[in-house]
């Protein structure tokens, strides 16, 4: 049986050529749903175990590693390559998509948060579901209409909205099961990253860090849609009192009326997670605003701003944290994606988590504990010269919080060494 290969343009899902047939303007259009012949649910062993007859997650694993076993493509077949077919998904803005693949299904999203379901060997149009997004809301958002992607667990495919929304369809119909709002939108809080799911739960964040919001990750019912936990990335007004003792702790990172301006700290995109530690890590983004001697003008750490963090998936319990930019103050967030391994260091196998983001070094992590243990750069980098050994925290430049009225040079720019990109 020949194998398959994905490529993912900014309009089109190219794998075999096919005839693309008339697609309603409806929300939902349910087609010939007889790919699968019978019902092949998603559960955490088939994402761990990880076969090569789909792509069940993000990152193909809950490691995120994106490591395909397939090895009819080589240096030796790739000149054969052609093109089967091409789905046109309309757009030409914000596809920023891994697709999932599952049962012979092929789930994609365009802009707006429209969901394709596609047969993936024929690349036929199986259903279409057209959220409706609410544009007034997505126009808040700092960086146009993305999306990157859905979930699939059990039966069903989770696909989170730009205007704050996380759904439950129908995997072999696009039927919606439900539909809720996971935001306040008097903020402007956006969604631009796709949902995981880890033991029965969707997890999902949100954008808005620069707009003025207050981060969070949530967890839902993979059934019901009910809200199980939120973990909040940086904390609230004191005078509200604290959602728990880690809040408290962040909070004495802080100075001045840092709540005033929401703090930021928004989870847009990053999550991996390992079942055999149980823990579920998050990429953590910029503060608001972002120069830190307005947002906490007598410095700090400003926890949990541009760090990892592990947290317990079943309750949101935080475990341990590593903060790649201690008082960001550049937009060096650490929503990169992260890839888990075991790795062979100094003759001991090391669990670790490894990250690339915006301020330019490379992080090597223990993510049973959270322990440091390596970074270089791997771009030109002046705001930091390298990172401590011992303490695990960078050493910066004289001058690398910009306060003066002479231009300065700053490497990496606020786009970062490394961005949405997946590793």
């Known amino acids: 049986m020949h194998k398959i290969i994905i490529l993912l343009s900014i309009s089109f899902v190219f794998l075999f050529a096919c005839e693309r047939s008339e697609i309603s303007d409806t929300k939902l259009l349910v087609s010939d749903t007889h790919v699968a012949s019978q019902t092949n649910t998603v559960t955490a062993e088939k994402i761990i175990q990880a076969d090569s007859s789909g792509w069940l997650s993000h990152g193909r694993t809950y490691s995120e590693q994106r490591h395909s076993p397939l090895n009819e493509i080589s240096t030796e077949t790739v000149a054969d390559l052609g093109l089967f077919w091409s789905f046109d998904l309309g757009t030409s803005r914000g596809i920023e998509v891994t697709p999932i693949v599952h049962d012979g299904i092929m789930y994609v999203t365009s802009t707006w948060n429209i969901v394709h379901?596609?047969?993936a060997r024929t690349g036929k149009q199986l259903w279409r579901f057209d959220p409706v997004v609410d544009k007034e809301q997505a126009s808040k958002g700092c960086c146009d209409a993305v999306n990157r992607g859905v979930a699939i667990w059990g039966d069903a495919v989770f696909t989170a909205t730009i205007d704050g929304r996380l759904i439950s369809l129908n995997a072999k119909?696009?039927?919606?099961?439900?539909?809720?709002?996971?935001?306040?939108?008097?903020?402007?809080?956006?969604?631009?990253?796709?949902?995981?799911?880890?033991?029965?739960?969707?997890i999902i964040g949100n954008g808005g860090a620069e707009l003025g919001v207050r981060?969070?990750?949530?967890a839902y019912d993979a059934i019901t849609g009910e809200q199980v936990w939120r973990f909040f990335t940086v904390p609230g007004n004191p005078a509200d009192g604290f959602e728990n003792e880690t809040m408290e702790m962040a909070a004495k990172t802080w100075t001045g009326k840092y709540w005033a301006a929401g703090g930021g700290g928004t989870a847009w995109d990053s999550m991996a997670y390992d079942p055999e530690i149980d823990l579920l890590y998050v990429g953590v983004g910029n503060g608001t605003p972002w120069n830190q001697a307005i947002r906490s003008p007598d410095g700090g750490d400003n926890l949990f701003l541009s760090s990892i963090v592990a947290v317990r998936p079943d309750t949101g319990e935080y475990v341990w944290h590593?903060?790649?930019?201690?008082?960001?103050?550049?937009?060096?967030?650490?929503?990169?994606?992260?890839?888990?391994?075991?790795?062979?260091?100094?003759?001991?196998?090391?669990?670790?988590?490894?990250q690339a983001p915006k301020n330019g070094f490379f992080y090597v992590i223990d993510r049973a504990t959270?322990?440091?243990?390596?970074?270089?750069?791997?771009?030109?980098?002046?705001?930091?010269?390298?990172?401590?050994q011992t303490t695990g925290r960078p050493v910066e430049t004289e001058g690398a919080r910009y306060v003066g009225k002479t231009p300065a040079l700053q490497l990496p720019g606020p786009l970062g060494a490394h961005n949405w990109h997946p590793m």
């Open 117 to 119: 379901a596609l047969d």
């Open 173 to 202: 119909t696009g039927l919606k099961n439900w539909d809720i709002n996971t935001i306040d939108k008097s903020y402007p809080y956006t969604i631009t990253g796709a949902p995981r799911v880890v033991k029965g739960k969707v």
């Open 215 to 218: 981060g969070y990750i949530s």
């Open 322 to 354: 590593y903060q790649t930019t201690p008082g960001e103050t550049w937009d060096y967030t650490a929503t990169q994606h992260m890839i888990l391994a075991d790795l062979n260091i100094a003759g001991k196998n090391r669990k670790v988590i490894m």
């Open 370 to 388: 959270g322990a440091f243990i390596s970074a270089k750069n791997f771009v030109p980098v002046t705001w930091a010269t390298h990172i401590d």
